[in-house]
């Protein structure tokens, strides 16, 4: 990397809120700091952010689409969705004092990445009012929303659960629809990142269905905009 101009046009304009953030969160990064990030690609399903290793490095998310992964206490794990507004990643243990990675993140799709030595990224972000602004800013508003969704999915059923998920994923993933949606995890994955055991979401998938809101494929659940329109009724 030599100007701050090429590393701005990594950016690409095809995510535009991505495009628009990114531009202006690098928009007072100094000249001399351009060097520190580190242009990469990572293939999908490569790991990203591995959990436990020591937080040392921040990801800035240029191109592609990620997903979390956490471990139960058995030491199994289990993945989870909404990452579309984190744009950057591993400044959050940075911020907290937590010495490790939390979670880790993986690929899954081709994804271009800057990366920049976590004391480097501390150092600028410190001085830089506006980089911290937007950053902080961005960190809690995903905070608070977390918290909003968590005191609903306390009060919900096994199906309520399984419907809010579909809906998001949907939203998360082809909004508009020119095909239609195919989850990629499995009914376990499913199972676990709702709360409920096996099966109690094989009813559930079963009765969605029955009624018509999803479809059985390959055995992977299918929805079309019309069996997604119909869910946002039904929740």
Known sequence: MRTKEQLLNLIPKKYQERY??????FKYLPEAMVDEFHYYEVKKNEVIVPYGKSAETVYIML????????YTKSGSMYTFLDFSK????GDFELFS???????????????KVLKIHGARYMQWIKNDENALYMRLTNVLKILTMERKVDRKFVLMGCKERVIDYLIMYCKNNKIDFNENVTLSLTQAEL???VGF???SVQRVIASLEGENLVTIKNRKMVISKEQYLK???KY
Request: hydrophobic fraction near 45%.
């Open 231 to 233: 869910l946002l009724k």
């Open 20 to 25: 628009l953030y990114l531009t202006d969160f």
């Open 197 to 199: 055991n096996l099966r």
């Open 97 to 111: 004092n937590i010495p490790d990675y939390m979670i880790s993140i993986r690929a899954v799709s081709d994804c």
């Open 63 to 70: 191109d592609g689409e990620i997903k979390g992964m956490d």
């Open 191 to 193: 199972a676990t990142i």
């Open 86 to 89: 984190m744009h950057i990643l």
